[in-house]
């Protein structure tokens, strides 16, 4: 074996994760077909699906509607965010008791580095199967992970999503890269839609080509050094994070049947535009652009961006997004879904004020109290009046690489 390259990441894949926390804590699930939705409707789509259910073709995206008659029996259950960002949390204190958790990645996703006296294959296997025992003994069979290890972090990905569910892959030097050329395309991390067309146009059409290409060849298809750090990666060669900074922050909706009228529907909109406030001021940061984001029900869009001096002021942002609203095209026109992104986004100890500004400024004191008594006493403990509506409603979302934090948020 040649150890030149040594294995040094350890990847954990929680396997189709939102539904395998439903089967977990609703038993009556476990063994059987599961979607899980953002809305109970029948337009909606699947955000997860369980094992069982991707048997019969369900996968996420899939309409409520076209997965009843693929899958006849299957059980849909409405996402319970919280929950799942509350299990994270325990699963990544279940993988602690065996080996430091270097970073998540996602809400079901994390890595570990692995020390250099834990390198041998005997101390590796062991520190996977003692994760998987831990698993089995925090929780019910039905919440599985699938281990990768590999010489570099990426590889350690391909290797989880390669043995699942509830496997365990090592990727060796020596193995590369024979034992990447069985998987597809659309397979390979970092390869989307449009990547994978790219690639064709190219001339690539399997992973064998792709691990043929020369590191020139992949710069010049991905246009930037993603191509060089791909070449490296699918060599097993490290390659440094890329340091990026917060651009944007915002938060999107789908609404129900029962709050798809106008006014039901602004009540909502004010509550995502606090939520993205509350999270610039955790975050000591300002806006300086917003834009609200409008799905019709009939399919139509509408969207407006204001521009402002800097600000993180919840009045402020609040008389803003109603001033918006009101522009909107079709006023009367059902609503499907609801978007808020504040951008141009500053931090708030490297900006100096204009002298003319405005009186919201001043205002700092106001925004401070509300959110620590939103923070100590719940959301509904605080609120301006223009959310009041919305109150009931869950809004909280999950991006792939944003886990909430409940203490923040609070939702």
Not at 346 to 359: G, I, R
């Amino acid at each position: 074996m040649n150890d030149s390259i040594p294995l040094s990441a350890l990847f954990i894949d929680f396997d189709s994760y939102f539904a395998s926390v439903e089967q977990h804590y609703e038993p009556s699930l476990r063994g059987r077909a599961v979607g899980v939705v953002p809305v109970m409707a029948e337009s909606s789509c699947c955000i997860a699906a369980s094992y069982e259910a991707k048997a019969m073709g369900v996968k996420t995206g899939t309409r409520v509607a076209e997965a009843r008659v693929m899958c006849p029996g299957i059980v849909i259950v409405p996402a319970r965010p919280e929950l799942y960002v509350r299990t994270h949390h325990k699963t990544v204190e279940v993988v602690e008791r065996c080996i430091h958790v270097e970073g998540v990645l996602s809400i079901d996703e994390m890595w570990a580095w692995l020390p250099y006296n834990w390198r041998t294959e005997e101390k590796i296997s062991e520190i996977a199967e003692s994760i998987k025992r831990e698993m089995l003994a925090e929780f019910s069979p039905a919440l599985t992970c699938s281990i990768g290890v590999a010489p570099n972090r990426w590889l350690a990905k391909m290797a989880s999503k390669m043995r699942k569910p509830n496997g365990f892959l090592t990727i060796r030097e020596d193995d590369l890269p024979d034992i990447l050329y069985s998987e597809d395309l659309s397979e390979i991390h970092g390869v989307g839609r449009s990547m994978k067309l790219r690639l064709h146009a190219a001339g690539i059409h399997s992973v064998r080509q792709l691990c043929a290409a020369t590191r020139q060849e992949l710069h010049r298809i991905w246009g930037s050094v993603e191509g060089d750090r791909l070449y490296l990666q699918l060599r097993g060669h490290s390659v440094p994070d890329v340091v990026t900074e917060k651009r944007t922050i915002g938060h999107s909706h789908i609404l129900p049947p029962a709050k798809r009228r106008p006014d039901q529907a602004e009540a909502v909109l004010h509550k995502l535009t606090q939520k993205a406030g509350t999270r610039l001021r955790s975050y000591e940061m300002l806006a300086e652009a917003l834009v609200v984001d409008v799905r019709y029900l009939n399919g139509e869009r509408w969207a407006q961006e204001a521009r402002f001096d800097a600000s993180s002021d919840a009045l402020f942002f609040a008389k803003l997004v109603s001033q918006l609203w009101r522009q909107r095209s079709l006023p009367q026109q059902p609503i499907r879904k609801l978007g808020v992104t504040m951008f141009k986004l500053v931090e708030k100890t490297n900006f100096t004020p204009s002298l003319f500004s405005p009186v919201h400024r001043n205002r700092d004191a106001l925004n401070e109290a509300m959110d620590s008594l939103q923070l100590r006493f719940g959301k509904n403990a605080m609120h301006l009046g223009c959310d009041h509506a919305a109150l009931d409603n869950d809004n909280m979302r999950i991006a792939f690489t944003h886990i909430p934090d409940l203490d923040i948020e609070n939702y």
